[in-house]
Protein backbone atom coordinates (compact mmCIF):
# COMPACT_ATOMS: atom_id res chain seq x y z
CA UNK A 1 0.00 0.00 0.00
CA UNK A 2 1.23 3.61 -0.86
CA UNK A 3 0.62 6.57 1.16
CA UNK A 4 2.27 9.13 -1.86
CA UNK A 5 1.94 12.73 -2.20
CA UNK A 6 1.11 14.41 -5.88
CA UNK A 7 4.13 15.86 -5.55
CA UNK A 8 6.01 12.38 -5.61
CA UNK A 9 6.33 11.87 -9.46
CA UNK A 10 9.31 9.84 -9.24
CA UNK A 11 8.05 7.42 -6.39
CA UNK A 12 4.52 7.45 -8.76
CA UNK A 13 6.69 6.46 -11.46
CA UNK A 14 7.92 3.60 -9.91
CA UNK A 15 5.13 2.45 -8.40
CA UNK A 16 3.13 2.63 -11.81
CA UNK A 17 5.98 0.45 -13.67
CA UNK A 18 5.83 -2.60 -11.11
CA UNK A 19 2.36 -2.35 -10.99
CA UNK A 20 2.29 -2.88 -14.97
CA UNK A 21 4.43 -5.83 -14.22
CA UNK A 22 2.36 -7.23 -12.28
CA UNK A 23 -0.96 -6.80 -14.33
CA UNK A 24 0.67 -7.67 -17.40
CA UNK A 25 -0.26 -4.50 -19.29
CA UNK A 26 1.57 -1.64 -20.37
CA UNK A 27 -0.27 1.63 -20.59
CA UNK A 28 -0.45 3.94 -22.96
CA UNK A 29 -1.94 6.48 -21.05
CA UNK A 30 -0.43 6.06 -16.91
CA UNK A 31 -2.81 8.79 -15.75
CA UNK A 32 -5.49 5.63 -16.11
CA UNK A 33 -3.59 3.22 -14.17
CA UNK A 34 -2.91 5.80 -11.22
CA UNK A 35 -6.15 7.12 -11.04
CA UNK A 36 -7.52 3.31 -11.15
CA UNK A 37 -4.96 3.17 -8.11
CA UNK A 38 -6.14 6.07 -5.89
CA UNK A 39 -8.85 5.19 -3.25
CA UNK A 40 -10.62 8.11 -2.78
CA UNK A 41 -8.98 8.92 1.00
CA UNK A 42 -5.56 9.34 -1.04
CA UNK A 43 -7.23 12.13 -3.99
CA UNK A 44 -7.64 15.63 -3.59
CA UNK A 45 -11.18 14.66 -4.61
CA UNK A 46 -13.79 12.51 -5.47
CA UNK A 47 -13.43 12.98 -9.15
CA UNK A 48 -9.58 12.17 -9.01
CA UNK A 49 -10.17 9.13 -7.19
CA UNK A 50 -11.09 5.57 -8.68
CA UNK A 51 -15.21 5.84 -7.84
CA UNK A 52 -15.81 6.40 -11.71
CA UNK A 53 -13.35 3.73 -13.41
CA UNK A 54 -14.95 1.27 -10.84
CA UNK A 55 -18.23 1.92 -11.70
CA UNK A 56 -17.58 1.29 -15.30
CA UNK A 57 -15.19 -1.61 -14.54
CA UNK A 58 -18.56 -3.13 -12.75
CA UNK A 59 -20.37 -3.32 -16.05
CA UNK A 60 -17.49 -4.76 -18.29
CA UNK A 61 -16.74 -7.47 -15.27
CA UNK A 62 -20.10 -8.54 -15.80
CA UNK A 63 -20.17 -8.53 -20.05
CA UNK A 64 -16.73 -10.19 -20.52
CA UNK A 65 -18.25 -12.87 -17.90
CA UNK A 66 -21.73 -13.18 -19.26
CA UNK A 67 -20.21 -13.59 -22.79
CA UNK A 68 -17.49 -16.00 -21.52
CA UNK A 69 -20.09 -18.06 -19.76
CA UNK A 70 -22.42 -18.37 -22.70
CA UNK A 71 -19.45 -19.41 -24.80
CA UNK A 72 -18.45 -21.99 -22.39
CA UNK A 73 -21.32 -23.70 -21.32
CA UNK A 74 -23.74 -24.18 -24.76
CA UNK A 75 -26.21 -26.45 -22.50
CA UNK A 76 -26.78 -24.34 -19.36
CA UNK A 77 -29.91 -22.71 -19.06
CA UNK A 78 -30.33 -19.01 -17.93
CA UNK A 79 -31.04 -19.53 -14.30
CA UNK A 80 -27.85 -21.92 -14.08
CA UNK A 81 -25.67 -19.12 -16.10
CA UNK A 82 -26.38 -16.80 -13.66
CA UNK A 83 -26.08 -18.74 -10.54
CA UNK A 84 -22.56 -18.94 -11.51
CA UNK A 85 -22.15 -15.02 -12.90
CA UNK A 86 -23.85 -14.36 -9.08
CA UNK A 87 -20.24 -15.90 -7.95
CA UNK A 88 -17.93 -15.04 -9.81
CA UNK A 89 -18.81 -11.09 -10.28
CA UNK A 90 -19.22 -10.44 -6.77
CA UNK A 91 -17.52 -8.50 -4.68
CA UNK A 92 -16.00 -11.31 -2.44
CA UNK A 93 -14.14 -13.35 -5.43
CA UNK A 94 -13.00 -9.43 -6.52
CA UNK A 95 -11.68 -8.95 -3.13
CA UNK A 96 -10.01 -12.50 -3.03
CA UNK A 97 -8.12 -12.31 -6.64
CA UNK A 98 -6.81 -8.77 -5.63
CA UNK A 99 -5.31 -10.55 -2.69
CA UNK A 100 -4.02 -13.30 -4.84
CA UNK A 101 -2.74 -10.94 -7.59
CA UNK A 102 -0.87 -8.52 -5.36
CA UNK A 103 -2.62 -5.31 -5.64
CA UNK A 104 -3.40 -4.12 -2.55
CA UNK A 105 0.11 -3.22 -2.70
CA UNK A 106 0.17 -0.95 -5.22
CA UNK A 107 -2.98 1.19 -3.89
CA UNK A 108 -2.68 4.95 -3.47
CA UNK A 109 -4.58 5.37 0.38
CA UNK A 110 -4.70 8.07 2.02
CA UNK A 111 -2.75 8.32 5.58
CA UNK A 112 -5.32 7.13 7.91
CA UNK A 113 -6.00 4.24 5.94
CA UNK A 114 -2.50 3.22 4.72
CA UNK A 115 -1.42 2.72 8.49
CA UNK A 116 -4.24 0.43 8.96
CA UNK A 117 -2.45 -3.37 7.75
CA UNK A 118 -6.39 -4.74 7.00
CA UNK A 119 -7.52 -2.95 3.75
CA UNK A 120 -11.33 -3.53 3.84
CA UNK A 121 -12.78 -6.17 0.98
CA UNK A 122 -14.61 -3.06 -0.37
CA UNK A 123 -11.54 -1.18 -1.45
CA UNK A 124 -9.75 -4.27 -2.59
CA UNK A 125 -12.59 -5.36 -4.72
CA UNK A 126 -13.18 -1.91 -6.38
CA UNK A 127 -9.55 -1.47 -7.31
CA UNK A 128 -9.89 -4.86 -9.00
CA UNK A 129 -12.57 -3.48 -10.94
CA UNK A 130 -10.88 -0.06 -11.00
CA UNK A 131 -7.76 -1.60 -13.11
CA UNK A 132 -10.13 -3.27 -15.76
CA UNK A 133 -11.79 -0.31 -16.76
CA UNK A 134 -8.60 1.13 -16.73
CA UNK A 135 -7.24 -1.38 -19.45
CA UNK A 136 -10.54 -1.28 -21.23
CA UNK A 137 -9.84 2.38 -21.55
CA UNK A 138 -6.19 2.51 -22.39
CA UNK A 139 -5.74 -0.79 -24.59
CA UNK A 140 -9.54 -2.61 -25.94
CA UNK A 141 -12.06 -4.59 -24.98
CA UNK A 142 -9.66 -7.69 -26.05
CA UNK A 143 -7.06 -7.06 -23.84
CA UNK A 144 -9.37 -6.09 -20.94
CA UNK A 145 -11.19 -9.73 -21.66
CA UNK A 146 -7.73 -11.26 -21.72
CA UNK A 147 -7.33 -9.42 -18.09
CA UNK A 148 -10.46 -11.01 -17.11
CA UNK A 149 -9.39 -14.53 -18.00
CA UNK A 150 -6.30 -14.48 -16.50
CA UNK A 151 -7.61 -13.24 -12.72
CA UNK A 152 -11.31 -14.70 -13.08
CA UNK A 153 -11.02 -17.67 -14.98
CA UNK A 154 -9.49 -19.48 -12.57
CA UNK A 155 -12.80 -18.53 -10.45
CA UNK A 156 -15.34 -20.00 -12.77
CA UNK A 157 -13.73 -23.22 -12.74
CA UNK A 158 -14.25 -23.38 -9.03
CA UNK A 159 -17.62 -21.62 -9.38
CA UNK A 160 -18.32 -24.02 -11.62
CA UNK A 161 -17.44 -27.29 -9.89
CA UNK A 162 -19.16 -25.98 -6.35
CA UNK A 163 -22.28 -25.72 -8.63
CA UNK A 164 -22.27 -29.47 -10.32
CA UNK A 165 -20.62 -30.97 -7.48
CA UNK A 166 -17.80 -31.86 -9.15
CA UNK A 167 -15.55 -30.45 -6.26
CA UNK A 168 -12.65 -33.39 -7.02
CA UNK A 169 -10.51 -32.53 -4.01
CA UNK A 170 -13.53 -32.95 -1.34
CA UNK A 171 -14.20 -36.31 -3.34
CA UNK A 172 -11.04 -37.30 -3.21
CA UNK A 173 -10.26 -36.76 0.43
CA UNK A 174 -13.51 -38.53 1.10
CA UNK A 175 -12.31 -41.64 -1.30
CA UNK A 176 -8.75 -41.53 0.51
CA UNK A 177 -10.43 -41.63 3.64
CA UNK A 178 -12.19 -44.12 3.27
CA UNK A 179 -10.46 -46.84 1.56
CA UNK A 180 -6.97 -45.64 2.48
CA UNK A 181 -7.83 -44.18 6.45
CA UNK A 182 -5.49 -41.04 5.00
CA UNK A 183 -5.57 -37.49 3.66
CA UNK A 184 -4.58 -36.39 0.11
CA UNK A 185 -1.21 -34.03 -0.06
CA UNK A 186 -0.19 -31.48 -3.02
CA UNK A 187 3.29 -31.23 -4.33
CA UNK A 188 4.22 -28.06 -5.65
CA UNK A 189 6.48 -29.70 -9.00
CA UNK A 190 6.98 -26.55 -11.23
CA UNK A 191 5.75 -22.72 -11.83
CA UNK A 192 6.26 -21.06 -15.07
CA UNK A 193 5.74 -17.84 -16.52
CA UNK A 194 5.78 -13.91 -15.52
CA UNK A 195 4.69 -12.98 -12.19
CA UNK A 196 1.26 -11.36 -13.76
CA UNK A 197 0.45 -14.74 -15.53
CA UNK A 198 1.99 -17.90 -13.22
CA UNK A 199 1.34 -21.45 -13.91
CA UNK A 200 1.78 -24.12 -10.93
CA UNK A 201 2.06 -27.46 -11.73
CA UNK A 202 0.63 -30.09 -8.99
CA UNK A 203 0.72 -33.72 -8.37
CA UNK A 204 -1.73 -35.11 -5.65
CA UNK A 205 -0.63 -38.17 -3.35
CA UNK A 206 -2.69 -40.54 -1.53
CA UNK A 207 -1.04 -42.94 0.76
CA UNK A 208 1.90 -44.28 -0.87
CA UNK A 209 0.79 -43.53 -4.41
CA UNK A 210 1.64 -40.47 -6.47
CA UNK A 211 -0.85 -39.36 -9.54
CA UNK A 212 -0.09 -37.98 -12.71
CA UNK A 213 0.07 -34.25 -12.06
CA UNK A 214 -1.58 -31.51 -13.81
CA UNK A 215 -1.14 -27.22 -14.68
CA UNK A 216 -3.13 -24.47 -13.45
CA UNK A 217 -3.74 -21.12 -13.91
CA UNK A 218 -3.16 -20.90 -9.91
CA UNK A 219 -2.97 -23.32 -6.86
CA UNK A 220 -6.46 -24.00 -6.29
CA UNK A 221 -6.99 -24.97 -9.82
CA UNK A 222 -4.08 -27.15 -10.50
CA UNK A 223 -5.03 -29.21 -6.85
CA UNK A 224 -9.01 -29.24 -8.06
CA UNK A 225 -7.11 -30.74 -11.70
CA UNK A 226 -4.32 -32.97 -9.89
CA UNK A 227 -7.46 -34.25 -7.52
CA UNK A 228 -9.21 -35.18 -10.74
CA UNK A 229 -6.40 -36.71 -12.14
CA UNK A 230 -6.16 -38.71 -9.10
CA UNK A 231 -9.73 -39.97 -9.10
CA UNK A 232 -9.15 -41.07 -12.49
CA UNK A 233 -6.68 -42.98 -11.84
CA UNK A 234 -7.43 -44.72 -9.21
CA UNK A 235 -10.90 -45.91 -10.70
CA UNK A 236 -8.91 -47.05 -13.81
CA UNK A 237 -9.93 -44.59 -16.41
CA UNK A 238 -7.18 -42.05 -17.85
CA UNK A 239 -6.27 -38.84 -16.57
CA UNK A 240 -7.97 -35.61 -17.96
CA UNK A 241 -5.21 -33.13 -17.57
CA UNK A 242 -1.87 -33.20 -18.92
CA UNK A 243 0.84 -32.95 -17.33
CA UNK A 244 2.82 -31.05 -20.04
Keep these: MANLSYSSAGRYDELLTKCQATIGHVFSDRSLLQLALTHASGASHRLASNERLEFLGDAILGEVVCETLYRLFPEADEGELTKIKSVVVSRQTCAKVSIEGGLQEFLILGKGMAANPDVPPSVLANVFEAILAAIYLDGGKDVAAAFVARYIGPEIEVAVASETGENYK ?27 SKCFKIRAQVAKSSFQPAWGRNKKQA ?20 AD
Design 170 to 196: SQLQQLAQRDYATTPGYELLDVKGPDH
Design 223 to 242: EQRAACNALCELKGEPPPFQ
